[in-house]
């Protein structure tokens, strides 16, 4: 049973264009949330925290917010750059974190 | 202050070998947690270990294993490898203290194990 959904699985998008990622949970329990990036054959970078009492978290150009009420959390990265090409992960905290499958961007020059 | 780090970073094994692979956590980090990452399972847990014990533990074989020492440096081994468990071995550090509601998780480069 998937816990974590994220939707799109690929994304491609022209430089410049704004980029919105969904993560989505089974359960409405209250979890903290945490964003990934992640490049290919790499470790994964932590973007973004959002504890389970807060909305949202901003960071430069990336805002996440977390809706607990339908289970949702959504990354916003304003004015996209190729560098921003990688794949993305969010995460539920427990006892461990539970992954989505993660969103591949790429960001046209 | 330095980040997670993870030796070897590339190792090439065959079926029926064991492995050890080691990670040091970020300096006051007392939490180190060992997941698997695959392209069809994508990122899977291991184990987490706190204080040198292990505190939670993932759905994998027996043949998965680990420690911790005293430096909050850990191990993690395969025993009797199969082409399977050919992977990108990724070993996160949190602080996990009670003092937040959060345990922020940093990982590090991982480790790419192939089995031949």
């Known amino acids: 049973k998937q816990e974590v959904t994220q939707i799109p699985a690929a994304l491609s998008v022209p430089e410049g264009e704004n980029l919105v990622l969904n993560c989505s949970f089974t359960d409405s329990a209250i979890y903290n949330l945490q964003w990934f990036r992640q490049d290919p054959g790499k470790g994964l970078t932590s973007l973004l925290l959002?504890?389970?009492?807060?909305r949202e978290q901003t960071s430069g150009r990336l805002n996440a917010s977390l809706d607990k009420s339908s289970g949702r959390s959504t990354l916003y990265i304003a004015a996209s750059q190729p560098g921003d090409s990688a794949t993305y992960l969010c995460?539920?905290?427990?006892?461990?974190?539970?992954f989505g499958a993660g969103t591949t961007v790429t960001v046209r020059a | 202050k330095a980040g997670v780090t993870q030796t070897p970073r590339y190792l090439i094994k065959t079926r029926g070998q064991q492995v050890t692979l080691s990670c040091s956590p970020i300096?006051?980090?007392?939490?180190v947690s060992w997941y698997q990452q695959t392209p069809g399972q994508g990122l899977q847990f291991l184990f987490e270990?706190?204080?040198?014990?292990?505190?939670n533990k993932g759905n994998f074989p027996g043949r998965f294993s680990g420690r911790q020492f005293s430096n909050s440096r850990s191990e993690m081994n395969v025993s009797t490898l199969e082409l399977g468990d050919s992977a990108l071995y990724l070993c996160?550090?949190?602080?996990?203290?009670?003092?937040?509601?959060?345990?922020?998780?940093?990982f590090g480069p991982g480790t790419r194990l192939t089995v031949l």
């Open positions: 270990y706190f204080s040198e014990t292990q505190r």
């Open positions: 959002i504890q389970s009492s807060q």
């Open positions: 995460a539920r905290e427990g006892y461990k974190l539970s």
């Open positions: 996160a550090s949190s602080p996990w203290t009670s003092a937040t509601s959060y345990n922020e998780q940093f």
């Open positions: 300096s006051g980090h007392r939490s």
